[in-house]
């Protein structure tokens, strides 16, 4: 699916398809965490089964006010517990699809809000 986003002063979500996103024009094939301003890096899980408390942990290193989690081609919550380090520093997290992610994703970062967008990208 292609978007379009409002304010494309950073990185944005342009498309995404089963098994890829395109960020700002390039093609991305595996899981990344994504901000609006400069954070973009490789996020070590193939599909959703290979998280762990470790990878949430890391998202509560950003200083974000909101985690988008895309969970992959279906929705998929987490356990509570991996959540503690996010809480701890009071910082919200959604869960949902990888596209409902993605589309949430630019718009909050269109409105300039403090969000990443950690996604599972599943391979074909």
């Known amino acids: 699916m292609k978007l379009e986003a409002e304010h494309a002063d950073g990185q944005t979500v342009h498309s995404y398809g089963l098994g890829w996103v395109i960020v700002n024009g390039e ?3 595996h899981s990344l965490v994504l901000m ?3 954070v973009r890096h490789d996020w070590q899980c193939r599909q959703f089964a290979d998280l762990t408390a470790e990878h949430f942990a890391q998202l509560s290193e950003f200083d974000a006010e ?3 989690f895309g969970s992959g081609k279906r929705i998929q919550f987490p356990p509570a517990a991996w959540l503690a380090p996010l809480i701890r520093k009071r910082i919200g997290l959604e869960t949902m699809d990888t596209g ?3 589309r949430t994703y630019n ?9 990443l967008l950690a996604l599972v990208i599943e391979p074909e």
Do not use: D, F, M, S
Not at 107 to 115: M, P, Q, S
């Open 100 to 102: 409902a992610a993605c």
């Open 66 to 68: 909101l985690v988008i």
């Open 36 to 38: 609006p301003q400069a």
């Open 27 to 29: 093609k991305i094939t």
């Open 107 to 115: 718009i909050l970062a269109g409105e300039g809000r403090n969000v």
